[in-house]
């Protein structure tokens, strides 16, 4: 299960994590978020142990969605040693978020 990602919690799971991490901003207002929780929640079962997979309201946390300027949601970030390798806006398929994880484990 994708790991609940908040403000308070954002630096221990996601900056100092030693595995990649997939960062999921949503909200629950949000269409296309919807489309796309269950496919990063098989990400998150299907990468256990190899990566950190974690959901952020972007509602209930303003902090970090400030921070990392997310202004269109769904926003999928990809962190590997504390910074933003990659990223996807919007609603893809889950071979191409499956496909983006993949290369920060190679």
Do not use: H
């Amino acid at each position: 299960m994708a790991l609940e990602i908040t403000d308070a919690n954002f630096e221990e799971l996601v900056l100092k994590s030693d595995k990649p991490v997939l960062v999921d901003f949503w909200a629950e207002w949000c269409g296309p978020c919807r489309m796309v929780g269950p496919v990063v929640e098989d990400i998150a079962k299907e990468y256990d142990g190899q990566a950190v997979v974690g959901k952020v309201n972007v509602d209930n946390n303003p902090g970090i969605s400030v921070k990392y300027g997310i202004r269109n949601i769904p926003a999928l970030l990809f962190f590997k040693d504390g910074e933003i390798v990659d990223k996807q806006i919007g609603a893809v398929p889950k071979s191409v978020l499956a496909g983006k994880l993949d290369k920060q484990l190679a």
